[in-house]
């Protein structure tokens, strides 16, 4: 399931809300790509890569290795959990102003 086509989008999809959602409510991006991304082309910039990047790996998906895959949705789907840890805790204690 992990290593699935819909794996694929799911993940990155969870990854791009989360972050959105994320820095909406305060957080700082970790990431300097993406960091990058946001501050010099915005959030639909960096929706533009994301869907991207998601097109680049469905297009490649035939050559690239089960495990590739599964590694790759497990980090990015790891990365949206995280997200969504960060986005509820701000929603409980916002930032100070």
Known sequence: MLASKE???GCQTADTVTTL????LGAREANPVV?????????GGFIAA?????????HYYPSLSSDFI????GATCAIAAHNALIARE????PPAD
Do not use: M, Q
């Open 7 to 9: 794996a694929v989008v």
């Open 21 to 24: 959602h994320a820095l909406d």
């Open 90 to 93: 701000l929603e409980r204690n």
């Open 35 to 43: 960091e990058f991304l946001i501050t010099n082309l915005g959030a």
């Open 50 to 58: 994301k869907i991207g990047v998601t097109l680049l790996v469905l």
């Open 70 to 73: 599964r590694l790759a949705n």
